[in-house]
């Protein structure tokens, strides 16, 4: 098979090449991939079949627009919108049950992930064609995300509270209509709400989650959101390899994003650290070169020049929001475990809700701290990808209620309920409307994110990743990764931002158990 023939093997541990072992295997139940569209005041038609051994469900509709709506420029995928947004209603709850993970809350559980083009495709409102292109897209964005996070939150308001701090990732996909004409549709695939970091001393098994602030939380969801993409890559049915996101290429065992599939993000807070101090400072003599690396630690916000070491090697110590995004537009969002699957995945455009000021400040902090000669520094398939930044009314409280303070929110689309976390512990809460791992640990820990990784190495047929014995070593594995994330710590030092500080300790836990 074509995506078998993409993962043959190549000399092992190369900076230039993976060896991603045998054969593919492909023993798999059955499941599909489902898009769900949102448009207030238009009916939804069509539904779904199921299989008897479906491992994602739901029973969403869709509905999408015709091609009246004005392109998206400024470096935005042209083409017209597709609304969407997806009911969270199951019945089906079967699925493939990660170690430390019960099967009504395993990586595959709830959603049936498949995309029809066949649904009735209707023509935007008269507002929507008024609109520029640029202002269409960010007021959708806040839109779609404010829409997602109030119909997860209907069947627990009591968490209503979180949305003051909330970030969502959505996928653009070109696609046609019923008339052949092409229509983007935005779907939201991951979400998270919350505005604290961890306070304890350092976890050493993986199953603390150490940092819960929105964009964060809200990528380690992605994270989720992208393995059980590729499970459904590596399913036998053909229907579900079409609504896939990724494909194989000819030029790379690894698998790449599917052409006219786009990354963008939402948030309706200024990201944590140098970019929201400019925000918050505005001072013209406070240039964004002079911008210092910056952990949560204690509560607190620290450069790391002012941070003690023995608070750094012993307590939890988090990069702030705003030195993660400058990272992710050299090394992509997808770390060093998926970078053993697939290509680089970067955020096109951010959606800053509610920030009207300084935006364009923000942008320079983010997209210009680590300078733009990356060309010749970078491996095949990396690249610096600066992010379109775009301001947007605010969606949600102005301020965090003292009820809410700790707790932070994670979904993404695939399951069935959210996940309630207490910021300041790390582990779920009781009373979440899902509780999955053992002890309460999260299923976006460090330990469940190994088990979903291991799930797809096995189903792929990758033996020798398997064989690794810790999270560490599988980190490590990703050599191409690890060499471009080195690249981009240097850098930091260069223009005396800090030492981007790494706790290897932290990632030395086992293998949960074979798969």
Same mark, same amino acid.
């Given at each position: ?11 092992? !541990? ?111 409102? /008269? ?35 979180? /949305? ?54 809200? !990528?380690?969801?992605?994270? !989720? ?35 006219? &599939? ?65 990272? *992710? ?18 955020? &096109? ?15 320079? &902090?983010?997209? /210009?701290?680590?300078?733009?000669? *990356? ?78 990784? !291991? ?61």
């Amino acid at each position: 098979m074509a995506n078998q023939e993409a993962f043959k093997q190549s000399p092992r !541990r190369s900076a230039a090449n993976f060896d991603f072992g045998t054969r593919v295997n492909l023993r798999r139940s059955q499941f599909h991939l489902t898009d769900d569209i949102i448009r207030p005041n238009v009916p939804a038609s069509g539904d779904h079949n199921h299989s008897a051994e479906t491992l994602l469900s739901d029973q969403d509709d869709k509905i999408s627009m015709e091609n009246s709506v004005p392109k998206l420029k400024v470096k935005l995928d042209p083409g017209n919108i597709f609304f969407e947004d997806e009911d969270e209603d199951s019945d089906n709850s079967a699925g493939i049950s990660s170690p430390g993970i019960s099967p009504a809350e395993s990586i595959l559980s709830v959603e049936e992930l498949s995309l029809d083009g066949t649904k009735d495709l209707r023509t935007p409102d /008269k507002t929507a064609k008024a609109e520029g292109p640029t202002d269409w897209h960010k007021n959708h964005m806040a839109a779609i995300s404010s829409e997602k996070f109030d119909t997860l939150l209907k069947m627990c308001p009591e968490f209503q509270g979180c /949305k003051s701090h909330m970030a969502a990732f959505v996928l653009i996909r070109e696609v046609l209509n019923t008339a052949g004409h092409p229509c983007e549709l935005y779907q939201v695939v991951a979400l998270g709400a919350g505005s604290m970091s961890c306070n304890n001393w350092l976890c050493y098994n993986g199953t603390m989650i150490h940092d819960c602030h929105a964009i964060v939380i809200a !990528r380690r969801a992605l994270l !989720r959101f992208l393995y059980k993409q590729l499970l459904l890559f590596f399913d036998p049915d053909p229907k579900a390899k079409e609504g896939c996101i990724f494909n194989s290429t000819t030029n790379s065992h690894l698998l790449q994003l599917k052409p006219k &599939i786009s990354l963008h993000l939402y948030t309706n807070q200024c990201p944590e650290g140098a970019a929201k101090d400019f925000y918050l400072k505005g001072s013209p003599n406070n240039m964004w070169t002079s911008m210092k690396l910056q952990y949560h630690a204690k509560s607190l916000l620290v450069p790391v020049a002012y941070l003690d070491p023995s608070v750094l090697g012993a307590k939890v110590c988090c990069m702030s929001g705003s030195d993660k995004l400058c990272l *992710w537009t050299i090394t992509g969002v997808q770390g060093a475990l998926l970078s053993n699957f697939i290509q680089p995945v970067y955020i &096109i455009s951010m959606v800053l809700g509610g920030q009207k000021l300084y935006h364009e400040e923000v942008s320079d &902090i983010t997209n /210009k701290r680590l300078g733009d000669d *990356w060309e010749d520094s970078l491996p095949p398939c990396y690249k610096k990808q600066s992010i379109i930044f775009l301001c947007s009314d605010l969606e949600g409280p102005v301020a965090t209620s003292s009820h809410h303070n700790n707790l932070s929110i994670n979904w993404c689309l695939g399951d069935k309920d959210i996940e309630v976390l207490d910021s300041s512990e790390g582990f779920i809460v009781d009373g979440s409307p899902s509780v999955s791992g053992p002890g309460f640990s999260s299923r976006l820990c460090k330990r469940a994110l190994f088990s979903y990784f !291991r799930k797809v190495a096995q189903l792929g047929g990758h033996s020798y990743l398997l064989e690794l014995p810790t999270y560490h070593s599988v980190k490590v594995e990703a050599v191409v990764y690890q060499t471009v994330k080195d690249l981009v710590k240097q850098r930091f030092l260069l223009i005396h931002a800090g030492h981007w500080n790494s706790k290897k300790l932290v990632d030395c836990f086992s293998a949960p158990s074979p798969p």
